[in-house]
């Protein structure tokens, strides 16, 4: 089991920037692929973004792909999510997820491949 908490969230005008946390403890945090999901109001929750366990390789939902930026610091136990030229519609609550198996060769986008979840840190864009 791994307790994930994030941070970083808050509100910005259109075209700012946040920067997201999520801290990392109980299991091995370098052996699995991490994620960042979103979900607003009424929607379904969503992929964002994920990186590999080795920090090699990264995957982003189609919405964010040149905006945001995922990346891992595995001596922290910290992955990161650098959300630039924020838009109205990235207003949701971001969570952070950890895989639920060890040294996944590639980089998941699935939900239920995530066992670990964090409580989620609110993101506001105002126009």
């Known amino acids: 089991q791994v307790q994930l908490v994030e941070s970083g969230g808050g509100l910005v005008q259109a075209g700012g920037s946040l920067r997201l946390s999520c801290a990392a403890s109980g299991r091995t945090f370098s052996n699995y692929v991490m994620g960042w999901f979103r979900q607003a109001p009424g929607k379904e929750r969503e992929f964002v973004a994920a990186i590999h366990w080795s920090g090699s390789s990264t995957y982003y939902a189609d919405s964010v792909k040149g905006r945001f930026t995922i990346s891992r610091d595995n001596a922290k136990n910290t992955v990161y999510l650098q959300m630039n030229s924020l838009k109205p519609e990235d207003t949701a609550v971001y969570y952070c997820?950890?895989?639920?198996?060890?040294?996944?060769?590639?980089?998941?986008?699935?939900?239920?491949?995530?066992?670990?979840w964090g409580q989620g840190t609110q993101v506001t864009i105002s126009s």
């Open positions: 997820a950890a895989d639920r198996v060890k040294y996944r060769s590639i980089v998941t986008t699935t939900p239920i491949n995530y066992d670990n």
